[in-house]
């Protein structure tokens, strides 16, 4: 059964502040996906990572994506409050195109 | 990119009876999928909707509680059956195109349909 572990749980971090979600997975995958989810709102794609060693930035955020060790990372870099927002990984699961998705990370960031 | 429409946004509901919901698509798409998600909780998968015949479950999800439609390629319906309390979540429509090399890697989901069950 493939397993999507994601941590940590929850973040609340200050304005200009970096920090790192990571996002495991217990199978070989080679497709990664994160989405953002505003409270109240549907899910918004913000990257999705296709081979072992990918990289992708947008804005303040840059994903990255290991097969190897199973490990994605999203860095956010200078939080602003604007990133406020529950983030999900998700890995494609087999050739299905079905996709399971991590707990989440609900980031909160301060003034 | 697809743009999904799901009906209704929201709805209330008493115990014992049965919602549908339509997920519509502005383009004819692959695969069309369903996921509940349950409050504060992540995403999951209930099944795979399959045109023309009956919908793929995953574990724990069976077709007597969750029927499931999809009559062609851009249309698909969810109904809730014999609702109870535990039903209340978010249900989200869900599509990829896999069959457009450009696109097949990206899945949109729907606005979703919040169900509160009483």
């Known amino acids: 059964e493939l397993k999507v572990e994601q941590n940590p749980l929850f973040l609340s971090m200050q304005e200009g502040k970096n920090y790192t979600i990571y996002c495991n997975y217990s199978?070989?995958?080679?497709?990664l996906y994160w989405y953002r989810q505003d409270p109240g709102k549907s899910l918004e794609s913000l990257f999705v990572?296709?081979?072992?060693?990918a990289v992708k930035q947008e804005g303040r955020l840059m994903a990255s994506l290991d097969t190897k060790a199973r490990l994605s990372t999203l860095h956010i870099t200078a939080a602003v409050h604007d990133l406020s927002a529950t983030y999900f990984c998700?890995?494609?699961?087999?050739?299905?195109?079905?996709?399971?998705f991590g707990s989440g990370t609900r980031l909160l960031v301060r003034p | 990119s697809a743009v999904i429409s799901q009906k209704p946004s929201r709805d209330i509901c008493q115990r014992g009876t049965s919602l549908t919901i339509q997920c519509q698509v502005d383009?004819?798409?692959?695969?069309m999928f369903w996921y509940r998600q349950q409050p504060g909780q992540s995403l999951t998968l209930i099944a795979t909707?399959?045109?023309?015949?009956?919908?793929?479950?995953e574990s724990g999800f069976v077709i007597d509680k969750f029927p499931i439609s999809r009559p062609n390629l851009t249309f698909s319906t969810l109904t809730v059956s014999n609702m109870s309390p535990e039903d209340s979540s978010i249900y989200l429509c869900?599509?990829?195109?896999?069959?457009?090399?450009?696109?097949?890697?990206?899945?949109?989901f729907g606005a979703g349909t919040r169900l509160s069950v009483l």
């Open positions: 869900s599509v990829r195109t896999t069959t457009n090399l450009l696109a097949k890697n990206i899945q949109y």
């Open positions: 199978t070989t995958s080679d497709r």
């Open positions: 990572l296709l081979s072992n060693g």
């Open positions: 998700a890995v494609d699961m087999d050739s299905s195109y079905k996709l399971i």
């Open positions: 383009s004819q798409v692959t695969m």
């Open positions: 909707a399959n045109q023309g015949s009956e919908a793929t479950y």
